[in-house]
């Protein structure tokens, strides 16, 4: 299985507010520290204040910060709210299935559990936990320490 870019960047931003907990940052100063397009990280910044992961405000000493606290966002919900889909298979989605032996084929089921168990490890993390297992080149970068 693999993340979209978007996800990615999602996880991104979030991680980076963990580290500012409390604070506002701009989406110019993570565009420069993650050297990513900001027009990337606008779209990206806009779901996850629709979806009440952060908060934003606008103005001259606008930004964003992290709408909870890092120890209540767990990885697994911030991956289920950023990814499209986790159709593994054309059968995962009875819509578009258009597989001759969906009825009898037991691939699906393992898949299935797979990505079930997939989530479940994400849900057992925090944003919180995952900043404080970041590798110590991120933790030491002077922007971060908090």
Known sequence: ???????????????????????????????????????????????????????????????????????EITVGEVVRYTEPDFDLLECFNPETDQCVITNTCSLKSMLFEARSAFIKVLDRYTLAEAAAKAPSEFRSIPILQG
């Open 1 to 71: 299985m693999r993340l979209t870019l978007y996800s990615d960047y999602s996880l991104r931003v979030l991680l980076y507010l963990s580290h500012k907990e409390g604070e506002t940052v701009t989406i110019t100063e993570l565009a420069d520290f993650y050297k990513i397009s900001r027009n990337h990280l606008v779209k990206v910044v806009h779901n996850l204040g629709i979806n009440g992961f952060i908060a934003t405000s606008r103005g001259k000493h606008g930004g964003i910060r992290l709408a909870r606290p890092a120890h």
